[in-house]
Structure formats: C-alpha cells, structure tokens
C-alpha cells in the first residue's frame, strides 16, 4: 500500500521557518515527479512547488519564491519544503503529492496524496 506521511508542520510567527517532509513507503518514487500543495480554508488547493523526479528541474509558485525550497532525497524516497520567511498568507494545510509522471505542476498530474499537515502563521 502506497503511502505518503508529512511531518514538520506548526505554529510559528510570522518571520519563522519550517521544514515539511513526506516521507513515501509501498514503492519507490525516484523516476517520479513530487510536488506540495497547500489549502486555505475556503480556497481551492494550489500547487506551492514541484520538482522533477532526478530534482533537475524545480518549480516554486510566485507567492513563494525566494522563500521556499522544494528538494528531495530518493534514496529515502523523501521530499522536503524548507520555508523561510513565512507569512500569515502562507496559513494552509498543506499536501505532499506524487505523480506517475517524471514532471508535472497540474493538480491532475499528481496521483498519490498525503493526508496533509497544518502550518499556522500568526502576524
């Protein structure tokens, strides 16, 4: 059974850093590409970052660049987003997600979720 787990989400001030994992078990997404999405209560979930399945390509929304890194370690079959800087904005559930493809940075793309995990910003 595949599985994707985040960990590393919290409350912090504005200003402060996070590091999310997903850590991915039942197979391997090394030939895959990975991406984090995020939600905000009354908003549709949007992709924060993506990153190609050998990490040669990466991709960061706007909202985030500069602030956040998307990476990846295969042979822990792990993604990371190390946010810096954080906003109140930045307030959102936010989701791993593994697609069956090498690249993608549409919703559609991405096949297997995690169950999400809350980071709260306050001002």
């Known amino acids: 059974q595949v599985q994707l787990v985040e960990s590393g989400g919290g409350l912090v001030q504005a200003g402060g850093s996070l590091r999310l994992s997903c850590a991915a078990s039942?197979?391997?997404?090394?030939?895959?590409?990975m991406g984090w999405f995020r939600q905000a209560p009354g908003k549709e979930r949007e992709l924060v970052a993506a990153i190609a399945w050998n990490a040669g390509t990466t991709f960061h929304i706007d909202s985030v660049k500069g602030r956040f890194t998307i990476s990846r370690d295969n042979a822990k079959n792990t993604l990371y987003l190390q946010m810096n800087r954080l906003k109140p904005e930045d307030t959102a559930v936010y989701y791993c997600?593994?697609?069956?493809?090498?690249?993608?940075?549409?919703?559609?793309?991405?096949?297997?979720w995690g169950q999400g995990t809350q980071v709260t910003v306050s001002s």
């Open positions: 039942g197979r391997t997404f090394s030939n895959n590409a």
């Open positions: 997600a593994a697609s069956l493809g090498m690249w993608s940075t549409s919703r559609n793309g991405y096949h297997y």
